[in-house]
C-alpha cells in the first residue's frame, strides 16, 4: 500500500513564498519512483506543476519555470516543492504524485498513486 500525504499549503499575498511537502510511505524502497507535483483551480482540469524522476531528472510546467523547485529527500521518503514570486493564478490543490521506476510525462496518466491534496490561496 503506498500513500502519499502532503503539508504546508496555506495562504500567502502575491509574490511570497511557501513550501509543500510530501511524504510517502511505502513498501517499495522511495528511491525506486518517479515524484511529481499537480495543481487543481476551482473549475478547472488538473494539471502538471513540476517532476522529479527516480534518477533526479527534473521537469516543469511553463508557467511555473524559474519561479517553483521541485526536490526530493529519499532518506525522509519526502518530497517538496519549493514555490517563490506566488501568483494569485497559483491558488489551487496542490497534489503529489508517484509512480514506481521512470515517467517520461507529467500527466495524470503517468502516476498511479496520489495524495489527499493541499490547498494554495494567493491574494493579490
Known amino acids: 500500500q503506498v500513500q502519499l500525504t502532503e503539508a504546508g499549503g496555506g495562504s500567502v499575498q502575491a509574490g511570497g513564498s511557501l513550501r509543500l511537502s510530501c511524504e510517502t510511505s511505502?513498501?517499495?524502497?522511495?528511491?525506486?519512483?518517479?515524484l511529481a507535483w499537480f495543481r487543481q483551480a476551482p473549475g478547472k482540469e488538473r494539471e502538471g506543476v513540476a517532476k522529479?524522476?527516480?534518477?533526479?531528472?527534473?521537469g516543469y510546467a511553463e508557467s511555473v519555470q524559474g519561479r517553483f523547485t521541485v526536490s526530493r529527500n529519499n532518506a525522509k521518503n519526502t518530497l517538496y516543492l519549493q514555490m517563490d514570486r506566488l501568483k494569485p493564478e497559483d491558488t489551487a490543490t496542490y497534489y503529489c504524485?508517484?509512480?514506481?521506476?521512470?515517467?517520461?510525462?507529467?500527466?495524470?496518466?503517468?502516476?498511479?498513486?496520489w495524495g489527499q491534496g493541499t490547498q494554495v490561496t494567493v491574494s493579490s
Open positions: 504524485a508517484a509512480s514506481v521506476g521512470y515517467r517520461r510525462g507529467l500527466t495524470e496518466d503517468d502516476f498511479d498513486y
Open positions: 511505502s513498501p517499495y524502497p522511495y528511491s525506486v519512483f518517479s
Open positions: 522529479i524522476d527516480r534518477d533526479g531528472g527534473l
